[in-house]
């Protein structure tokens, strides 16, 4: 199998367009969860989010889910500097859940309202997640392996790992892979129906969490052979040096109360990477900040690297849980971490949980060079994932 | 590399005219019946599964919190596991497709809201809202905890998901995984459909299949329904739901050269009724292949559906071991020899091709 | 509203919003369990937990904060509905 390294980041977040300002973000312990202003939040007791302040401009035909794809995976091609000749066999993985959801849903509440909208088949069938990849695929002139994976909260993630899978296994020298969730009334609506939401920014391993808040955004990346990245003398982030991908088959919402399936999933990425819990030195957790995941996922890890280190930390105390977009965007940060030797903090942090054995990073970011990091992605449903960054060799 | 041969060892198909395992697809493909249609809301006729059929297969306790197009997953998943005798507990992966999910919960929990607001949500319904609720809730039901995977894509979800699992097994990351596709019916998206000029006469139901490594299904004394020669999956030119021009593609020289180079003597088409992708289907295949050999989709007797990539697989399989390629139109069966191909592309450009061979 | 009413209303909820079967609905006596895992019980989970108290939110205006802990008052439909009169006072 061969080396797989990340050459090039684009991301489109609550923060603005583009890696540059979000890493700033991150950096800063800027906490971007807002006031809603996309959707009517009446009615519910949360009334927050990260929101996209513009999206990265594009065609106001396309959906705003595309347009957020869009941008961040036109950043990722440009920034690995990659050919028209790259491109036409690159593979791209694209992680999502929402899809066009947010004008399908414009669509029908103005159906319920007796009225015709036109256009309206095809602002539905925008809803399906595999939309984007048609969009990308067509707009980049990307002909390589092309599939759209549906994992819930980890599907960016998953994306990133189907397509290191891609090219360790030589289908493919080259590959784009990310995930994309734009905001949506089903999405907030639901995860409050659920009780799910904190009224105020979330809190992640906090003693007196509540819950989530939700985000939207893009993130993509390329992936190439490590041996290809020397040959063309591009500039290497950080290798994806291994994934682990388990399933709970637990409960459709519930995580499993032991967190097994996250801390299989840590194992797995550990041994594909033929790595050591010592090497580790950050977790970017899932942290969502609901009372379950941060207890049970702190105590996976636990047990995966025994208690007190590595250093922790959520960065949806800051953007969200950007839904399907978040293991993307996670994966860029914890790369960042890594390149720039600086840990974004777990930014609302107040009071750690005396449960969660290890340094959150409250508040500020914190200066540490690190050999390796994780960034894990648990999603609804059980489906866990994590992948292993290593420091690129200097 | 080294790569693993995958074979089949169990299949499970739950559609308007064939519920069962091997045997029961055995059968009808010697003797294709074409599903009855019935009205689908205001689109046109569609082979529907009948209440009563997935009552049958879904125990009531454990149904009255699954959609609809999760049954069908789980009836079909449970056939396949039980007849490959896999042990879930050794370990088990799932890839489930699926062009439309779970439309019909989705349109119910914005009804709920739309009626009755915030009150009118139903956590229930919620999960279901989200694509992956098939691979969640039916990796429970069969105790899968390796990788669960949701794809979607148009004409070819079960066509792709059982190529990415027959990836996972060759390249050793997974022993056994069971893969298919699934699609339901429902009347906002049948119109949705004709809406957007999709001809083909769409279906319901699910099928899947349990791969594993050759070397380990043999260790445990399972019967081998059919080996996957080769697979691969590309893209081809075409705007978002649109058909290409552009007849050349690597996914078929790909599986064929991972199947040592050799020709089919059969084909299963994704040809579904839906004339300009069809057409389009047809060039690609002559551009790879030239003169065209024996070809059948089944399509037209059971419906467009998620559910018929993963059934072509399985009959591809039996094709070979018997010799006798189903005709779409009823009528005599052809007389092929030799491994088959299954060829989907889709609206869009997704292209995947599989090279099968009786085991 | 007295307990007897709410209970007929509670059943409705079990088939209307927790999809249960109609006759299995109506077999539920006032003390049989509710939750899973309880000998007897018609197995509801923290999902369908969820369900019932948006539900009774909606019909009886009872209106449940989460951070209280309720889960003895969803033992049974006699606790739930002594739970729920008590709520809404004098009706």
Known sequence: MRRVVVTGLGAVTPYG???KPYWAGLAGGTCAIRPLTLIDAGGFRCRIAAEV??????????????RLALGAALEALEDAGLTAADRADAALVTGAVGGGMLEAEAWYWARARGERPPGWAAALRAILPGSHAETLGHRLSLGGPRHTVVTACSSGAVALAEAADLVADGVVDVALAGGV????????????ALKLLDPEPCRPFDRDRRGMSIGEGAAFVVLETAERARARGVRVYAELA???????????????PEGDGMARAMRAALAAAGVSAAAVGYVNAHGTATPQNDRIESRAIARVFGEGRPLVSSIKSMIGHTMAAAGGLEAVATILALTEELIPPTATLVTLDPEVAFDCVPGVAREAAVECAISNSFGFGGQNVTLLFRRAAS | MDRRAVVVTGVGVVNSVVVGASPALGAWLAQPRAAARVAVGHGRPAARLPEATLAGLVDPAEGRRLSRVCQLTIAAARLAVAESGVDP?????????????????????????????AAGLSALLFPNTVMNTMAATTAIAVAARELALTLNVPTVPGELAVARAAAAVASGRVDAVLAGGVDELDPLVAEMLDALGDDAVRGEGATFLVLEAEAAARARGAALLGRLEGAAWRALPARPWGVGRRAESRAIDEARRRAGGRAPGFVYTSASGD????????????AALGDIPPSASLAALLGQHGGLGALRVAAAAWTARSGLLP????????RVSGPGLVHGLARGGGHVALMVSAA | MEAKEVIDELKTILVARLKFDPRRAAEVAEATPLPKGVDGSIGLDSLD???????????????????????AHFASFDTLSRFIVGRRGPA
């Open chain 1, 17 to 19: 367009a583009g890696v």
């Open chain 2, 275 to 286: 004339a300009e992708r069809d057409g389009w289907e047809a060039r690609v295949l002559a």
């Open chain 1, 181 to 192: 969730d734009a905001m949506t009334r089903m999405c907030f609506m639901g995860f409050n």
């Open chain 1, 242 to 256: 291994g994934h682990g991908m388990t399933t709970d088959a637990f409960h459709v919402t519930a995580p499993e």
């Open chain 2, 327 to 334: 005709g779409d139109a009823g009528g005599q069966p052809a």
């Open chain 2, 89 to 117: 507990a050794r370990g088990l992966g799932l890839v489930v497709g699926t062009e439309l999910g779970d439309f019909t919960s989705t349109i119910a929990f914005a009804d709920g809201f739309l009626a009755r607001g």
């Open chain 1, 53 to 66: 302040p513009e999206t990265a401009g594009g065609s106001p035909r396309r959906s705003r889910a595309d």
């Open chain 3, 49 to 71: 937990f969820i369900e019932l108290s948006i539900a009774i939110e909606e019909r009886f205006g009872v209106v449940m904060d989460e951070s209280e802990d309720l889960s």
